[in-house]
């Protein structure tokens, strides 16, 4: 459970990372690019997902297929492709702006005078009781595995299917909903 929980963790401070510097880069796009830079490089992560979840629920069969890696080669492979992922980006340099770093307190309140904004706290609420409403319900993977007897290959096409239709939606909304304003699709 401990494991498991730094790896959400540390899943969640990259997706944070991931966002401010796809924010950072979108302030040099003009208005009418502005956020193609941030929807195109969640539609990558969504077909690496889509392509995990292939992998996964094909290589994580052996106790029924008789071929295939047990969950600890799983967990091997998924905590070595950051490691690899970090190591083919050591030679990069970051540039410094020169720009001094402002004390806490001003960091603090600069932050909260942002979420007391309406068109900030607003969508971060909707965002919030989407995802508490979407939270995986471990019951339900129970019933799908002991009332329904659902094999390990079959909880993966059904991640399967979840992932693709994820990234379709990625895609439809870059290619189609983009000019649209974020309140009418929500």
Request: proline share 3%; charged share 10%; hydrophobic share 50%.
């Amino acid at each position: 459970i401990m494991m498991m929980f730094i790896a959400r963790s540390c899943v969640q401070m990259s997706e944070v990372v991931h966002d401010t510097l796809c924010a950072e880069r979108g302030n040099l796009e003009s208005n009418s690019t502005r956020g193609f830079f941030m929807t195109t490089t969640h539609t990558v992560k969504a077909f690496g997902c889509v392509i995990g979840a292939i992998l996964g629920a094909l290589l994580f069969n052996k106790p029924i297929w008789g071929w295939g890696i047990a969950i600890s080669k799983v967990f091997l492979i998924q905590a070595s492709l950051p490691l690899f992922t970090i190591l083919a980006c050591w030679h990069m340099i970051e540039i410094s702006s020169g720009y001094q770093t402002p004390s806490f307190r001003f960091q603090v309140l600069s932050m909260w005078s942002t979420f007391k904004l309406r068109a900030v706290w607003q969508p971060m609420i909707f965002v919030f009781t989407y995802n508490f409403l979407q939270v995986p319900n471990v019951a339900f993977k129970n019933f799908l595995v002991k009332g329904l007897g659902f094999e390990n290959f079959e909880l993966g096409l059904l991640l399967v299917g979840a992932t693709v239709f994820g990234w379709l939606g990625l895609i439809i909304y870059r290619e189609y909903f983009f000019g649209f304003s974020w309140r009418d699709i929500y």
